[in-house]
Structure formats: C-alpha cells, structure tokens
C-alpha cells in the first residue's frame, strides 16, 4: 500500500540556518513526488516535485529536494532559512494508476527562531 | 494561483444536521478531490471526482457522499453530521490522468457540535 512518512512532527532552527525535512515513501510504482507548504489558516501551495530525470530539483522560495531511489527518501532542503519559512511542510506521493490520487504524509512544522 | 473557491469557508453546525460544502473551479480541470485535514494525519481523501457524474471513494469516505453535475462544480455532503467530522476541508484540482499537480483551495473550516 502507499504510504508517507514524515518522521519529524516539528523542528525549530535559527534564522539563516541550513534545513533538511525528511520523507520517506512506500509505493510499488514509479513514485511521482511532492513536497507543498501551508501557512496558517491557508491552502496548500506546490514547492516543487520529481516525475523523473534528474533526482535532485528546485523548486520555489530556494528549496530543492532529492529523489533518493535505494533510501525511498525525498528530503526537503533549504541553505538558509527566512523567518517566512515558518509554516507546515507535506510531503505527498501520486498514485497515478488509481485516478491520480495523492497520499500524503502527517506534517512537518517548522518554527524559525530570530 | 488557480482558479478554486471554496464555501462556506467557516461554518458551525449541529450533530445530525446535513451539510454541504461547495468547491468552484475556473479551470476546467478534469479531476476534482476532497480531502480533510485533522491534527496528526495530514490530508486525507475523502472522494474524488475524474470526469461530470464519474465520482469514486477515497480513503475516508464513511458518512460522505459527493456530486458534480457540472465540470466547475464538486460538492460534498455530510449525510448526517458527527463530531467526529470536525475539521478543515480541502478541495483540489488536477488536469488529467498523466502525472499531474492537485492545486489546492483555502478550505473549509466545519465544526459540528
């Protein structure tokens, strides 16, 4: 079956402070992997994904993750964190043999110290 | 940002009351989803629509039921609200059957009291 993992419920760094939130997934098929943000009282916004070709991408706001096949991994990182930063992180994976249907991990929350 | 409203955004109601949430899109996406969010099990989906009137289960469908009678238009219904129904209700979009991103809307807020 597929599944997420998000093994990180929260995580605090300083302002300026490098950043890796980790995922690790369990799907039988090609994964196509997705990593969104959500502020406060908002709607999820897309921060990047992997369908294929090269493992490691970018995405939005300086975040990029790797695609880790051997590991099942899709870890999120960021050099330097912004205070913006601060929100919950979801990491998802696309079951595109059953209608396009999206399973996603628990949350990571990240606060950003000043 | 695509094209999705969502309402009611905030809405309190009373246990076995029946409630329908509403999900607009300007895209003309062919896939509409609902899914919840509750602390400590991220989004869930609840059902799922790929075409008008072609609409299939998702992982917590019990006690919901849905219709789109139109490509812009996916509702949800909670046939008899439940406390344990409480929570935020996200719709989303996505183009096609390829892989493809699910946009999101700014959901729904439902507390059942």
């Known amino acids: 079956a597929q599944s997420v993992t998000q093994p990180d419920i929260h995580i605090t760094v300083s302002e300026g402070a490098s950043l890796e939130l980790r995922c690790n997934y369990s799907?039988?098929?090609?994964?196509?992997l997705f990593w969104y943000v959500q502020s406060p009282g908002q709607g999820l916004q897309l921060l990047l994904k992997?369908?294929?070709?090269?493992?490691l991408v970018q995405g939005i706001k300086g975040f990029e993750a790797e695609f880790k096949r051997s590991q099942s991994s899709f870890n999120l990182r960021k050099p330097s964190v912004h205070w913006s930063d601060a929100a919950e992180y979801f990491c998802?994976?696309?079951?595109?043999?059953?209608?396009?249907?999206?399973?996603f991990g628990t949350g990571t929350s990240l606060t950003v110290i000043p | 940002d695509a094209g999705i409203t969502q309402s009611p955004r905030h809405k309190v109601t009373e246990t076995g009351t029946p409630v329908t949430l509403r999900c607009h899109q300007t895209?003309?996406?062919?896939?509409m989803y609902w899914y919840r969010q509750d602390p400590g099990h991220g989004l869930r989906l609840i059902h799922y629509?790929?075409?008008?009137?072609?609409?299939d289960k998702g992982e917590v469908s019990d006690g919901y039921s849905v219709s789109r009678s139109k490509t812009e238009d996916f509702l949800l219904t909670l046939e008899s609200a439940t406390s344990s129904q409480t929570s935020v209700y996200f719709c989303?979009?996505?183009?096609?059957?390829?892989?493809?991103?699910?946009?999101f809307g700014p959901g729904t807020r439902l507390l059942v009291l």
């Open positions: 799907y039988g098929a090609t994964p196509y």
């Open positions: 629509s790929y075409g008008v009137k072609d609409t």
């Open positions: 895209e003309n996406h062919r896939y």
């Open positions: 992997y369908f294929s070709g090269d493992t």
């Open positions: 989303a979009i996505s183009e096609s059957t390829e892989p493809e991103t699910q946009y």
């Open positions: 998802a994976v696309g079951a595109f043999d059953t209608g396009n249907q999206f399973y």
